[in-house]
């Protein structure tokens, strides 16, 4: 089942610019392969279930030696048969909003 999670991840009690981190974080979901839209607050990861759980996995691991405390927030939206959701669900509101 095709799944679209918006994840934010990042360290807490870090000092200064969480751009380091979240860039780290990035990298891990860029080398996934899978479609992604890097957003203000999270980052949107298109894919099957369990290809999707995986990056988010990764996406932890990747920082957890360094940090004591970790935030982690996941939404995931899955639905049957959908490809291209993550450009799709955006057009789809677009096209109903006046100009």
Known sequence: MSV??????????????????????????????????????????????????????ACYRELEPDFDRIHLSLTADSRRGRQGGLTSKISSVLTRIEP
Do not use: K, Y
Request: hydrophobic share 50%; glycine share 10%; proline share 7%.
């Open 4 to 57: 679209i999670v918006q994840l934010s991840v990042f360290p807490l009690h870090s000092q200064g610019s969480l751009a380091p981190h979240v860039a780290r974080v990035v990298e891990v979901i860029r080398a996934s392969g899978l479609p992604f839209q890097l957003g203000p607050m999270g980052t949107a990861i298109e894919g099957e279930w369990a290809e999707v759980m995986a990056v988010v996995n």
